[in-house]
C-alpha cells in the first residue's frame, strides 16, 4: 500500500515535486527523501540491535540529518532513483518484519536511554510515515 502510494509520486510534474507543502516547510522530494534516509539509518544502525535488553545508541542530530536529506533531494538525484531506493529500503522492512513472530514485537531495549518495544519502535515508525503522507496528500489534493 504504502509502496503504491510512493510509486504514485513518480507521476508528479517537476514543479510539484520540488513544490513546499506550504510556506517555509520542505517539499515532496524534501520529505521522501527525509524518509529514505531515517529508514536508511534505522536499518543499518538501529534493527541489527533490536535485542532484549540492547542498549542502542540514540539519533544523529535531527536538523543536520534532514538538511542532508533535503539536500540529497534538491542536488540531481532524480524522482524515480529517491522513490525506487525508499522502495527498495521498504522492502528490506517488510523482509524483517515477517520474519518476527508475533511474541518478539514484545522485545524491550533501549534507544538512547529511552525504552522501547519493536512493536512499540514500528508503531511510531508508522505513525512518522503516515503523518507526511497525509501532508503531501493535502498537497496535491487541496480540499
Known sequence: MYSNWLLGLKNLDDSSWF??????????????SHLLFWDRHC????????????????YPDFQEYNQTA?????????????IN??????????TYLKGLKEEELDISFKIGGH???????????????????????KLLKPE
Do not use: C
Open 19 to 32: 513544490m513546499p507543502i506550504s510556506e517555509g516547510k520542505w517539499s515532496v522530494a524534501a520529505i521522501v
Open 43 to 58: 536499518i543499518a544502525e538501529k534493527i541489527p540491535n533490536f535485542k532484549e535488553g540492547s542498549l542502542i545508541t540514540g
Open 70 to 82: 533535503q539536500e540529497y533531494a534538491h542536488n540531481g538525484v532524480s524522482k524515480e532513483s529517491l
Open 85 to 94: 531506493e525508499i522502495i527498495a529500503e521498504r522492502n528490506q522492512y517488510q
Open 115 to 137: 525504552p522501547i518495544t519493536i512493536g512499540e519502535f514500528f508503531k511510531d515508525f508508522m505513525s512518522h510515515d503516515l503523518h507526511h503522507q497525509e501532508q503531501i496528500n
